[in-house]
């Protein structure tokens, strides 16, 4: 398993008239996680589709919202992957207030597109070989 935690301060152009994080706000959020949790690797989407030619689309989000977050919190973005990617990748996102209480749980799942092709490949090896020390029985 493979965690990153990343800490983002809820904007006010992010909120709703209530003042709280704007329910379709979220998914920028995990992305945020996503992005950071691959920069924590060594790796950015931009090298990824620029120098890899690999795209990574969203093919499918399930959100719970548990409690509200508030204009101006410090909002911590973890960000954790269960198992090696292989045709997809999935990403457990929770985002947790400056209280460390559950805000909002989500996953992610992706596939990994060849850019010149259009068609789905299997999981890039770099992407592969920097998450497997994490995966592997001491």
Known sequence: MYSHEFKKRVRYGETDQMGY???GNYPQYYEIGRVEMLRSLGLTYKAME???GILMPVVSMNIRYVRPAHYDELLTIRTT???LPER????HMEL???RGKLVNGATVKLCFVDAKSGKTIPAPELLVNQLKPYF???
């Not at 997809?88 to 990403?91: G, R, S």
């Open 21 to 23: 994080l704007y329910y």
């Open 50 to 52: 620029e120098e890899q």
């Open 81 to 83: 992957l269960r198992q």
């Open 88 to 91: 997809f990748i999935t990403f």
């Open 96 to 98: 947790f207030n400056e």
């Open 136 to 138: 592997e029985e001491a």
